[in-house]
């Protein structure tokens, strides 16, 4: 069972930072049911109103990442935070497909709050999910690439046990390995955010994961925490 936790040099470096996290065995995936691509469709539809004329430069949620991604030597315009990109994509094409049950629900929730989420597949996990700076060594494969790389040294990742990342440039992209799958029935999910009211946001947040996974992938049990510069770790049960 995959824990989470920062590594002391990140909450020194971003002591605002507080992240979500939920631990859930024997879900569901596949196609999402009609109830969760209704909802988001709805969730999409009030957030091209509410975002209408706003630069997403603006929102505090996203210009807290920039700051974040600058922070360790990461232009924000060429590598987006995951929750920009997709609400980037939402204001340019008007719509976000459905994908899949997992997938769907962690979208919902990112638009709906202007956070990253991401669903990381427990079985590319060893043991521990640990944010720290990257040496530039450790194994990184896109998930749209055939071949493997090596994030810069400096540069924010989420690691394993074993130093196999799983997300790159911290929120930007996860590794092919730890996507989710139609047969994926443990994961980690992971909400984040930086700006002030970051601990607020993130707990409305992680409530509705919490909700949207108990009603549509139906899980045997599951965990969640909050973690934060003084409350660093999320351990494993």
Not at 5 to 22: D, H, Q, S
Not at 93 to 103: A, F, K
Request: charged share 25%; with cysteine; glycine share 8%.
């Amino acid at each position: 069972m995959p824990g989470f936790r920062y590594e002391k040099a990140i909450v020194e470096r971003f002591p605002t930072v507080v992240g979500g996290v939920i631990h859930a065995v024997e879900v569901r995936n596949g196609p999402a049911p009609a109830g969760l691509e209704a909802a988001f469709r709805d969730e999409q539809a009030a957030v091209r109103v509410r975002l209408a004329g706003t630069p997403l430069s603006e929102l505090p949620t996203l210009a807290a990442w920039r700051s974040a991604f600058r922070a360790f030597g990461v232009d924000p315009t060429q590598y987006r935070s995951a929750a920009e990109a997709l609400l980037r994509r939402l204001v340019k094409q008007g719509e976000l497909p459905s994908i899949s049950t997992l997938v769907d629900l962690a979208n919902l929730v990112s638009i709906r709050h202007a956070l990253p989420v991401a669903v990381f597949d427990a079985r590319a996990i060893s043991r521990d999910v640990v944010v720290r700076f990257a040496r530039g060594d450790e194994p990184w494969a896109d998930l749209g690439a055939s071949e493997s790389d090596h994030p810069e040294p400096g540069e924010v990742v989420f690691v394993d046990a074993v130093d196999a990342v799983c997300a790159r440039r911290w929120c930007w992209r996860q590794s092919r390995a730890s996507a989710t799958r139609e047969d994926t029935s443990e994961v980690l999910v992971t909400v984040e955010g930086h700006h002030g009211r970051a601990p607020d946001d993130v707990a409305a947040a992680l409530g509705d994961l919490e909700e949207l996974l108990t009603e549509h992938a139906s899980p045997a049990g599951l965990r969640r925490g909050i973690v934060d510069a003084l409350h660093p770790s999320f351990d494993r049960g």
